[in-house]
């Protein structure tokens, strides 16, 4: 063994290292603030690879060196989600304690497979997700799981849900596939469930939407026209194209007088349970037998961090009848289990820490305020689309997603983004709507004002045909 490379290790557990890598963070998130900064790269991709096309570094550099590459070729083409006028995709400006946080939760380097692997994160984790049971209305058999995202979360509760349909699909397959009903809106990470769990797309029933959201009265003629059971109907709580939200109550009602499994994907809407101003949105939630509910969405968390909280935790345990006598040693782990039970992964970052950290800094209210102004901010874009002349709008915002279109053709609305971004004074996304191209922005930055949103629709409505 060399003995340099373990000098390096030690010279880099001090704090000059730690500091060096810290204040380019620190740099970044001061150079946002005063919007003098691109927002993102004006290169291609090819472009950029070209940059880092080079041989596997055989022999270590110096931190200065690194660090001075990531100040002059990396941080400058990254997408600024700091910079308030980046209202691309649901990607957060995150929260600075929860930024701080992940280097300690990568030094700690807990795996939250077993309690005997990460003592404290697992206790921590059984209470966080406590918390966002009673706040979803669950009682005590609740449990849950932290996901990398809303994928992970839906897929696993889709594999509880076709566990409590069809007990022995573990062992034996699926040999005949229920259905899978949901909202012509939902996620592509429900059919990709579906394809993941062997029901194939053939037994999905999209319900078709009035106004963004599933429309209940067509969900009952689906559910009376199916010619299979159903393993389970999939709301959304804050759509990802338009933010909306569907009528959780009514979907529930008509889930719970037919014993059908109601998962809500609520990964970027869930949050609006903290919020007075915005919980009756998600009024019915507690119907559910499953919530998708990303932290690192409207809780403004860094990726990653997601959750998947079940009515009865032992939904969960089902999903995944696993034997592994190598990890699981089962013992006192009735109270407080071992998380890897009820999880896809095996390995898993104490993510959990920092959202831990980030309702101990900011509180559940603080993160309720700053979801109110995300939203509030998204409405004042929506007034100013409203009363810009060269824009027309699509939908009312119910959250903090707002689409629109410039007035004139698909092609326009395609060719004002691409040159708008470009540009390096903003940054917006686009989708369809109703066969149409729109444009689509996402406020998950706090620092965005209603200002900024004004100064973005006049750079939309200055690029040229
Ligand atoms: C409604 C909804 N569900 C699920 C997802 C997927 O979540 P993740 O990217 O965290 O896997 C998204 C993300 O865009 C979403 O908007």
């Known amino acids: 063994m060399p003995t340099d490379i373990l000098a390096a290790l030690d ?23 005063d919007r003098s900064t691109r927002v993102s790269t004006p290169h291609s991709r090819t472009e950029l690879a070209a940059r880092f096309a080079e041989p596997l570094p055989h022999h270590g550099r110096p931190v200065a060196e690194i660090v001075a590459r990531l100040r002059d070729e990396v941080l400058p083409d990254c997408n600024h989600l700091y910079h308030p006028r980046y209202i691309g995709h649901q990607v957060s400006a995150p929260l600075p304690a929860a ?57 696993t509760a889709l594999l509880a849900a076709r566990a409590a349909l069809l007990p022995d699909s573990w062992t034996n397959g699926v040999t005949n596939p229920p259905l899978l009903v949901c909202g012509e809106h939902a996620h592509y990470a429900v059919t990709r469930a579906v394809g993941a769990l062997g029901l194939g797309l053939r037994s999905v029933r999209l319900v078709p939407s009035s106004a963004h959201r599933m429309d209940p009265q067509a969900l009952l003629a689906t559910l009376e026209a199916a010619d299979r059971p159903v393993m389970a109907v999939v709301a959304t709580a804050g759509s990802t194209a338009t933010g909306s ?11 719970a007088t037919r ?10 809407g869930a949050a609006a349970l903290l919020s007075p101003q915005h919980r009756h949105r998600v009024r019915g939630i507690e119907h559910a037998s ?39 040693h089962g ?6 289990p071992d998380l ?9 970052r104490a993510d959990v820490l920092k959202l831990w950290v980030a309702l101990q800094r900011y509180g559940a209210d603080g993160i309720a305020a700053l979801y109110d102004h995300l939203c509030d901010t998204a409405r004042a874009l929506y007034d100013a689309v409203c009363a810009h002349p060269a824009f027309e709008p699509v939908h ?36 369809m709507l109703g066969g149409r191209r729109v444009l689509r922005a996402t406020i998950m930055n706090p620092r965005t004002t209603a200002g900024d949103a004004r100064t973005i629709l006049d750079g939309l409505a200055a690029v040229k045909p």
């Not at 939200?245 to 889930?255: N, P, Q, V």
């Not at 890897?340 to 898993?348: A, D, Q, Y």
């Not at 959250?399 to 971004?421: A, Q």
């Open 245 to 255: 939200f569907d009528d959780l109550s009514a979907i529930g009602e008509i889930c």
């Open 396 to 431: 009312e915002p119910e959250s903090n997603i707002v689409c629109f279109r410039r007035r004139g053709s698909d092609e326009l609305n395609r060719h004002v983004r691409e040159s708008y971004n470009r540009s390096g004074a903003g940054w917006i996304t686009t989708t």
């Open 290 to 328: 499953s919530i998708a509910f990303d932290p690192h969405k409207m809780m403004l968390l860094p990726l990653q961090a997601g959750t998947l909280l079940v009515r009865d935790a032992r939904a969960l345990d089902a999903a995944f009848a696993q034997h592994a006598p190598y990890l699981f």
């Open 259 to 268: 014993g059908i499994w109601l998962h809500i994907d609520g990964a970027h």
């Open 99 to 155: 930024i701080w946080m992940e280097s300690l939760t990568a030094a700690f380097n807990q795996s939250l497979a077993v309690w005997e692997m990460s003592p404290v994160a697992t206790v921590i984790e059984h209470q966080v997700i406590r918390w966002l049971t009673t706040l979803a209305g669950y009682g005590p058999d609740a449990g849950g799981t932290l996901t990398t995202g809303g994928t992970e979360a839906t897929f």
């Open 11 to 33: 010279a880099d557990c001090g704090a000059d290292v730690a500091h060096a890598f810290s204040a380019l963070a620190v740099e970044y998130l001061a150079a946002t603030r």
């Open 340 to 348: 890897g039970v009820r999880s896809f992964l095996c390995s898993r």
């Open 331 to 336: 013992s006192d782990a009735d109270a407080l």
